[in-house]
Structure formats: C-alpha cells, structure tokens
C-alpha cells in the first residue's frame, strides 16, 4: 500500500471513491435521497478547488494499492474556534474495509499533526455509525461530548465529536 500527496490528477477517482464511501458507509444511516444526490461530477469539482486553494496546514492524502486509490484522508488545523488539529475526512472503500488501508491512513495523519505540534485532534462523525465510532476508539479518541447537525443535501444528520489527546 501507497500513501502520497492527493494530486490534481487524481480527482475523478478521488470523487468517484468519496461517493462510494458515502454510500457504503452511510447506507441505513443517511436517508437514501440524500445520499442519491450525491454526485461524483460535482464533488470532483469541490475536490479541485479544494486542491487548487491549498490552504497551508491542510493536508490531502491518498491510499492506493494496485494502482487505484482505495481510501483517503484530509486534516489540518481544527475549522472554528479552540485550536488544536482536526481530522477533516477519512475514508475507505467498503470493498478495502478490513486491509489496514483505514489504520495506515490514520497513523499517517496523526503522526504528521503530531510532528506539527498539533494537539489534540478532533473528528466528527455520524452518530450511530458504529463501524466508525469503533475505528476511532481504536485509534486513540474518545467521544468528548460534543454534537452538532450536519445538512447533507437537505438531510440534517447528528455528529459527535472525538478528541485524541496522544
């Protein structure tokens, strides 16, 4: 398994990969309407400007094995208020789920945060994604007691926050 810098050319894959997830992951979890409107076309597009921007701090990375990506990670300096690193998407194939690729990429961007000084990190995640909440806890965070909706194409979703003190 690769782990590299995500690159320009990379987003239609990206895209495609980030939809899949969605769907895999967030199936029974997400209202399937919501998730339906989840378009690939468009989300390259996000995923270009976001590359194109390149905000210092924030950090794109990319698994691939085989030649394709399998799973990604995005992280940088926590969104709002408090300071500290923030763990801003992590995500891997459902097809790939079990083969390290989730733990490779993780310990990659903790390390990295780590080695900046970051501390702590936080996430959110979907509340009841147990897949989840289980990988985190694994990984070193905890839920801290924080909540908040999340609007996904008119959808609002409960998220919990996790914190990693390491």
């Not at 895999?24 to 399937?32: D, H, I, M, S, T």
């Not at 999340?150 to 996790?162: I, N, P, Q, S, T």
Request: proline share 5%; hydrophobic share 40%.
């Amino acid at each position: 398994m690769r782990i590299r810098p995500v690159a320009p050319a990379d987003v239609p894959a990206l895209a495609a990969l980030h939809v899949r997830c969605w769907r895999g992951a967030y199936e029974g979890l997400v209202p399937a309407e919501a998730l339906a409107r989840f378009d690939p076309d468009e989300h390259a597009a996000r995923w270009a400007a976001r590359l194109a921007e390149r905000r210092p701090g924030r950090t794109e990375l990319l698994a691939e094995d085989g030649g394709g990506p399998v799973g990604f990670v995005n992280y940088g300096d926590q969104r709002g208020e408090g300071g500290g690193g923030e763990i801003y998407a992590i995500y891997v194939d459902p097809e790939r789920w079990g083969t390290g690729a989730g733990h490779a990429l993780m310990t990659r961007a903790l390390e990295d945060l780590r080695g900046r000084g970051v501390s702590p990190v936080r996430l959110w995640a979907l509340d009841g994604n147990e897949r989840a909440r289980r990988f985190y806890l694994r990984h070193g965070f905890s839920e801290d007691g924080e909540s908040s909706v999340y609007d996904f194409f008119g959808a609002e979703l409960d998220v919990v926050r996790y914190t990693f003190d390491g």
